[in-house]
């Protein structure tokens, strides 16, 4: 995939003459117009698919400098090369000092705007290599890093940046697969807690027996065959965040448990004595309606209350269809990248594809897709036959097969109904039962769990 320089110059000959150069050099030129053209792509470019602005100075309205400053305030690692008419020296001083990366007087010569870019580039290369390590050492991931324009992603996002600073408590909310845990990790990141532990708890794993000893530590002697303590996931959290993930999970019980010791801050291990201090931040999220949970006596009243301080919702992909082939595009970058393939380009009738798809497994589903996608193809392209998606569509006939009672009259059992179900769903995804729990918004476990039950 050739990389994309943004060109902006008023001047529409000055323009195509500075995109006929970069695309004999081998990249792909992207014209701007005007300042204001360029701030709307760069804003609106969330997957980083442009490489590098190559930016006039004097142009009517924004002119190069406020442009300068508003694409270093959106992105201020993006490498901007300023090439311009203007042989004022207190011009390249000045915009020098603002972050641009090379000043090049017009008329520029094929090989002096080359080597502008490629040392350009390479900063940026190298910025970003800095930054991999730098999130990789410490595992923080901002709402900046974050794939999508959607008004809707766009509205929780302004809602978890504006209470990331604080101590209290989120709910996020939204079906399996939209990326609550990314965000999660994005409101730690932006929080005065980002150098310490984000520690994620899958609360659909833990059974009834094991979640105090999970959660809140044990000492040695509190089973038998036990040779050491265990801190417990509040301790690790200790000064950070810990994500309750599916927190509806949770044992009844034991939420009783838990929201006691998080009003004091403070636990006491499984086989200990003496209270230990905790302090850490709540996050939790769920795909479920935990009000209804309440009502119905699933879910604790208290704990509810405690953790929906602020809820967010997180749209599912459906909502998001202006953000697919970001996300795709950011996807294929990533797993090129990690199969150490050259970066590949995806099809316009692929973009069809998945714009067509309902995503009933959402971010997760098409990630998976097009690292699929990347894996098996060869040469520079995605194409069609190597995007594999399920089926969408369960007919009502296909429902209506679905009976509650046996051929003699009586009742099925519910464990029954549930397996006719997931039968049902494995069917319309190819037996591939990821896709099927994220289809019916359960976990992984539960699909092995009722198939097992059924067939006991």
Request: aromatic residues 6%.
């Amino acid at each position: 995939m050739r990389k994309k320089l943004l060109i902006v110059d008023d001047n529409p000959v000055d323009r195509q003459v500075i995109c006929s150069i970069v695309e004999k050099l081998g990249f792909e030129a992207f014209p701007a117009s005007s300042g204001e053209e360029a701030v709307f792509y760069i804003e609106k470019d969330k997957a980083n698919s442009i490489a590098l602005v190559i930016l006039d100075l004097y142009m009517p309205g924004l002119d190069g400098f406020e442009t300068l400053n508003k694409i270093k305030s959106l992105k201020p690692k993006m490498q901007v090369c300023i090439l311009t008419g203007s042989t004022q020296l207190k011009d390249a001083i000045l915009v020098m000092n603002m972050g641009a990366a090379d000043y090049i007087r017009k008329p520029a010569e094929e090989e002096r705007l080359f080597i502008s870019i490629q040392n350009a580039l390479k900063i940026s290369e190298l910025d970003n290599e800095v930054n991999l390590l730098r999130k990789k050492r410490d595992g923080r991931l901002l709402f900046s890093d974050m794939v999508g324009y959607n008004k809707g992603l766009q509205a929780a996002t302004k809602l978890g940046e504006s209470v990331a600073s604080s101590n209290n408590p989120i709910l996020l909310s939204g079906e399996t697969g939209t990326g609550k845990k990314l965000f999660a990790k994005a409101i730690h990141g932006e929080s005065n807690r980002s150098g310490n532990p984000f520690i994620a708890v899958n609360c659909a794993n833990i059974s009834d027996n094991l979640a105090e000893s999970i959660l809140f530590g044990h000492e040695k002697t509190a089973f038998n065959g036990i040779i050491s303590s265990a801190a417990g996931k509040l301790r690790e959290a200790r000064g950070g965040t810990i994500f309750f993930d599916k927190i509806e999970g949770l044992p009844l019980q034991f939420q009783k448990k838990l929201i006691r010791a998080i009003k004091s801050n403070e636990i006491i291990p499984v086989g200990g004595k003496k209270p230990v201090s905790i302090d850490i931040r709540i996050i939790a999220s769920t795909n479920r309606n935990l009000a209804n949970l309440v009502s119905e006596g699933l879910f604790d009243e208290e704990l509810h209350h405690f953790i929906n301080n602020h809820q967010i919702e997180i749209p599912p992909l459906r909502k998001r269809t202006e953000d697919i082939a970001d996300l795709a595009d950011y996807f294929c970058y990533k797993y090129s990248t990690i199969e150490n393939k050259p970066i590949m380009e995806i099809s316009i009738s692929v973009y069809n594809k998945l714009n067509m798809y309902k995503w009933p497994g959402n971010v997760r589903e098409l990630e998976k897709s097009i690292s699929r996608a990347v894996l098996i193809s060869n040469g520079t392209s995605i194409n069609d036959s190597a995007i594999d998606l399920g089926n969408n569509d369960i007919s009502q006939e296909q429902y209506s097969n679905i009976s509650l009672y046996h051929e003699n009259g009586k009742v099925k059992k519910m464990k029954e109904i549930e397996g006719e179900v997931i039968e049902l769903y494995l069917k319309r995804f190819r037996n591939r039962p990821q896709a099927a729990a994220n289809a019916l918004g359960i976990g992984l476990a539960t699909i092995y769990r009722k198939k097992k039950q059924l067939a006991g």
